[in-house]
Structure formats: C-alpha cells, structure tokens
C-alpha cells in the first residue's frame, strides 16, 4: 500500500507557472504507475498526465501537451505547469496504480491523495 500527499498549489496569474509535488510513503513505491488527474469546480475528475514505473514513459492529456511536465525520484512525483490557463482551475490528485502501464481512466488507479487546489486567475 502507498499513501501519497499533495503540495505545491495555489494561486496563480495567466501564464505563470506553479510545480505540484506528490510525496508517497512506502516501500514499493517504485512499482507504482502514477499519474495526475484534476477536477474542475462541477465537473468530472480527468486524466491530466502519467509516468510509468521507470519513468521512461510519459504521456499527457491534449489540453496540457507541451505545457505541463510529469517526473518522478525515489518517492515523488511532480508535475511542472508552465503557461497556466484560467481553464486549468482544479482541483489536483495524485494517483497510484499497481500496474506498470498507460492508464488513463481513474478507474485504472488503485491509491489517491487527498488533492490540492490550483486557481489561475485571468
């Protein structure tokens, strides 16, 4: 099992960038697919990017391709957002999944932190 807590958010202006950070605890956390999904206010939760095991693989919604930017240590995975978008508003989730793969379904992931909220003001 992988407990996993968010930083890094808050309040940003259009086009700045902000870095999450997502702190797992755990032994086996090195097996883990992780990835970072958001909710916007009243809507559902979406797939925002991923990482495989090794981290030889990242993979990213359309909406953020060559904005943000997933990677992964020994026991964190953070997401570097640049050019920030008022519709990139949410609510920020880390999530683990026990498999080595590309997942892009919250149903794929096993193990979520408690999120942090990001507001891009216009």
């Known amino acids: 099992q992988v407990q996993l807590v968010e930083s890094g958010g808050g309040l940003v202006q259009a086009g700045g960038s902000l870095r999450l950070s997502c702190a797992a605890s755990g032994r086996t956390f090195s097996s883990y697919t992780m990835g970072w999904f958001r909710q916007p206010p009243g809507k559902e939760r979406e797939f925002v990017a991923g990482i495989n095991r090794s981290g030889g693989n990242t993979y990213y919604a359309d909406s953020v391709k060559g904005r943000f930017t997933i990677s992964r240590d020994k026991n964190t995975v953070s997401l570097q957002m640049n050019s920030l978008k008022p519709e990139d508003t949410a609510v920020y989730y880390c999530?683990?999944?026990?498999?080595?793969?590309?997942?892009?379904?919250?149903?794929?992931?096993?193990?979520w932190g408690q999120g942090t909220q990001v507001t891009v003001s216009s």
């Open positions: 999530a683990a999944a026990r498999w080595d793969g590309t997942y892009y379904y919250t149903s794929a992931y096993d193990y």
